[in-house]
């Protein structure tokens, strides 16, 4: 049995020599020189507490009318939202309605405010892609590429609400 064995390791051992060898080949990502450069588009950014304490976060984008995006309030350092809202850009402006916490108004403290775009068809109607090329025509601060090559836009700011 022992010899059985044996014998059978040499001709393992011969069939893994005559496979060819696999390449340890990289993932190509997009080429994200220069999307960051140029003017910015988003280009006001304000947030404002309604009489209730309800936040509210509005400014000027240059991107087309109809353009869909989230605003996201996280506490400094990241993890979940503890506010969010979309919305649709419509004369270059933004405005979110009243966003609250769980349990009604943001404690008056430091937090971590985001924008994102995506341009692709689960977030843009077909007229945005039209206009911005599917994002690909976009230059600015905060504009990346995604893993698939799709543009995105986003930005963060850090500040007391």
Same mark, same amino acid.
């Given at each position: 049995? @022992? $010899?059985?064995?044996?014998? $059978?390791?040499?001709?393992l051992a011969?069939?893994?020599?005559?496979?060819?060898?696999?390449?340890l080949?990289?993932?190509?990502?997009?080429?994200?020189? &220069?999307?960051?450069?140029?003017?910015a588009? %988003?280009?006001?950014?304000? !947030?404002?507490? !309604?009489?209730? &304490?309800?936040?509210?976060?509005?400014?000027?984008?240059?991107?087309?009318?109809?353009?869909r995006?989230?605003?996201?309030?996280r506490?400094?350092? &990241? &993890?979940?939202?503890?506010?969010?809202?979309?919305?649709?850009?419509l004369?270059?402006?933004?405005d !979110?309605p009243?966003?609250?916490?769980?349990?009604?108004?943001?404690?008056?403290?430091?937090?971590?405010l985001?924008?994102?775009?995506?341009?692709?068809a689960?977030?843009?109607p077909?007229r945005?892609?039209?206009? !911005?090329?599917?994002?690909?025509? %976009?230059?600015?601060?905060?504009?990346?590429?995604?893993r698939?090559?799709?543009?995105? @836009?986003?930005?963060?700011?850090?500040?007391?609400?």
């Amino acid at each position: 049995m @022992l $010899c059985a064995g044996v014998a $059978c390791v040499p001709m393992l051992a011969g069939c893994g020599r005559e496979k060819p060898r696999e390449e340890l080949t990289f993932e190509r990502l997009p080429d994200t020189t &220069g999307l960051s450069a140029g003017a910015a588009i %988003l280009e006001r950014f304000e !947030t404002y507490r !309604t009489p209730e &304490g309800a936040v509210r976060v509005a400014g000027d984008l240059r991107l087309p009318d109809s353009t869909r995006l989230e605003v996201a309030i996280r506490a400094p350092g &990241g &993890g979940s939202a503890v506010a969010m809202a979309h919305v649709v850009v419509l004369d270059g402006k933004f405005d !979110t309605p009243p966003m609250l916490g769980e349990n009604g108004p943001l404690p008056v403290g430091e937090y971590r405010l985001e924008v994102l775009v995506h341009f692709d068809a689960d977030w843009q109607p077909a007229r945005v892609l039209r206009a !911005t090329a599917n994002g690909r025509s %976009l230059r600015g601060p905060g504009i990346t590429r995604a893993r698939n090559g799709d543009a995105a @836009l986003f930005l963060t700011r850090e500040g007391r609400l």
